[in-house]
């Protein structure tokens, strides 16, 4: 469920050169110079701006809800200053970046050649966590625009739970579990009733503003509206005052830190608060308005969904992974056990193994012998044959039938989450 914007791309071929590299949320920082070379060596040969510029942004918590990258260094503020040189800043997965990731390798999804064939890459990533609608996307492709706000996680899961059990949900019972959406850096909207005409359409237009707390003599901006720069905010409530359009302002500084946001107006003594905040809220940035515009891949075709339709898409494309990833971890302990089980009847038969092994010229007729005389498959006889003698005891036999036992009741399981979309959909509910 891909969106318009260019930078998608360079989402995916970073977040999976970073799998490569072993970069998890637990390991050591990399450069980001190396993850964005080897990005644009092997899967985005269109110049390492673009890979730097989406690698950065993914680490910025002031941008994403869930930060997809843990960054480490000066990747840019919210006062507009740029990342430093990908030399000298680090990054690794977020835990959010690894979920987008997981399960990758159980062929869960399809893989193409890149484009110089001389590797795989992902069409998509399996994303277990609902990206498109917990991160948002903004972007413009031709002739058509993209505007999906960030949304609560929580909130999202809630809602698919409910699509889940109850496919025929309206927008209002999805709206009891997303309220609205949820900006990096708080601000409050206005008009939420106006919402359910967005959600339900898939585009329209909301105004947020942001939140200010009384302190005595002072007014205090504790969070911003959505895609605001904080120092040219700072700058425009100065050029108010100092136009007159804000009244009764004494002192204004910025003394926010990594703590929070924190903008402080300082009044004269005989200020009307309510009067200075209506006139923040209409001659700044402290309030605005913004545009959403609910476009994204429908298959390979761009088209303006409803929030139930998105998280639809979700719900069938992790369908689609649950599906191919059971069918994979089937296959293996499918195969598995039938190794087991010829090991086990193997050392049921431990001297006529040993005594045919022995008088074999070479491995390939010991194989073609123990097919014939214990009656198993020839990936079996291969596995006895590779088997050192000494794991061929009692002590041995006991793990395997334990193994063989354990990985029946696998099977069982997996055949069972196989047997109906019910019950693929019932693991979905563990995202």
Known sequence: ??????????????????????????????????????????????????????????AQDFNMRYPLVDGQGNFGSIDGDSPAAMRYTEARLSRYGELMLEDIEKETVDFIANFDATSKEPVVLPSRIPNLLINGSTGIAVGMATS???????????????????????????????????????????????????????????????????????????????????????????????????????????????????????????????????????????????????LALDGKKPRVMSLKELLQRFIDHRKLVVERRTRFLLEKASKRLHIVEGLLIAIENIDNVIKLVKSSKNTKTAILRLVEELGITEEQAKAVV?????????????????????????????RHILSSEANILLSLIHI
């Open 1 to 58: 469920m891909p969106s318009l914007v260019g930078s998608e791309m360079c989402i995916r071929d970073s977040l999976y050169t970073m799998l490569e590299l072993g970069l998890l949320h637990n390991k050591p920082f990399k450069k980001s110079a190396t993850i964005v070379g080897n990005t644009m060596a092997k899967y985005h040969p269109h110049g390492d701006k673009a890979i730097y510029d989406a690698l950065a942004r993914m």
């Open 386 to 414: 590779d088997m050192k003698i000494s794991r061929l005891t009692a002590m041995e036999k006991e793990g395997l039938e334990k193994e063989a036992e354990k990985l029946r009741g696998e099977i069982e399981k997996l």
């Open 148 to 294: 999906i706000p960030p949304h609560n996680l929580r909130e999202v899961i809630g809602a698919l739970t409910l699509l889940i059990d109850k496919p025929d949900a309206g927008i209002e019972e999805i709206m009891e579990y997303i309220k609205g959406p949820d900006y990096p850096n708080g601000g409050i909207i206005l008009e939420a009733h106006s919402l359910k005409e967005i959600y339900s359409n898939g585009h329209g237009r909301i105004r947020a503003r942001a939140h200010i707390v009384e302190e005595d003599n002072k007014l205090v901006v504790v969070d911003l509206p959505p895609i605001t720069n904080k120092a040219q905010l700072v700058r425009e409530i100065a050029e108010a005052v100092n136009n007159g359009r804000v009244n009764n302002v004494k002192d204004l500084r910025d003394e926010s830190n990594r703590e929070g946001i924190r903008i402080v107006i300082e009044l004269t003594s005989n200020a009307d608060k309510e009067l200075v905040k209506n006139q923040l809220y209409r001659y700044t940035g402290l309030e605005t308005a913004v545009n959403i515009k609910l």
